[in-house]
């Protein structure tokens, strides 16, 4: 008995001090603030304000994942949403698990030119399925991708190439 008792807590000890690899630890010094820049020649503040009114609706379909305040005369925006990304389970049966965190999105138009920054929060959204509170580094990437993938298609919408855009051809 003492011997099996002996073997178990070695074990439990053992399994303890095993290190995490670094790529399954939380983000530390990675890049949390993500800006792009716009020139739309000949776009008034007012209409590149209208345009990023108009994609942050159609993005945002569900008003959970995100909340604004606007500034029309100022051309400016700022919301507060969330990001659905996989925590890597390195599992045979369940590959990833489900989690989100916050992001902050600041908006900001003038004569011609326009600002996004996107800032990655720490903080995971109640409820949150996995509870980690920003993503570990090799999960990190998604984050990346879903970030440029909003400057870009804020891009086009902002140069009269948006959803709504679309269906002004008829």
């Not at 070695?10 to 792009?36: G, H, M, S, V, W």
């Not at 007012?46 to 993005?59: G, I, K, M």
């Not at 509870?131 to 580094?137: A, R």
């Amino acid at each position: 008995m003492f011997k099996t008792l002996f073997a178990a807590t070695a074990t439990l000890l053992l399994i303890a001090c095993a290190t995490t690899p670094p790529d399954q630890l939380p983000i530390t010094n990675e890049k949390r603030e993500f800006l792009y820049d716009y020139d739309v020649a000949g776009a008034s503040k007012a209409q590149l304000f209208a345009r990023a009114n108009d994609f942050l609706a159609v993005s945002f379909q569900n008003s959970k994942l995100i909340s604004r305040v606007e500034d029309k005369e100022r051309g400016a925006v700022i919301a507060k949403a969330v990001s659905s990304w996989m925590l890597s389970t390195d599992g045979l049966i369940v590959s990833g698990v489900p989690c989100y965190s916050n992001y902050d999105i600041y908006f900001i138009a003038k004569d011609g030119r326009a600002r996004l920054q996107l800032e990655l929060v720490a903080g995971a959204p109640h409820p949150s399925s996995c509870g980690w509170t920003l993503p570990p580094k090799r999960d990190y990437p998604q984050i990346v991708d879903q970030f440029n993938d909003i400057g870009a298609s804020l891009g086009k919408s902002l140069r009269g190439e948006g959803k709504l855009d679309k269906l002004n051809d008829f």
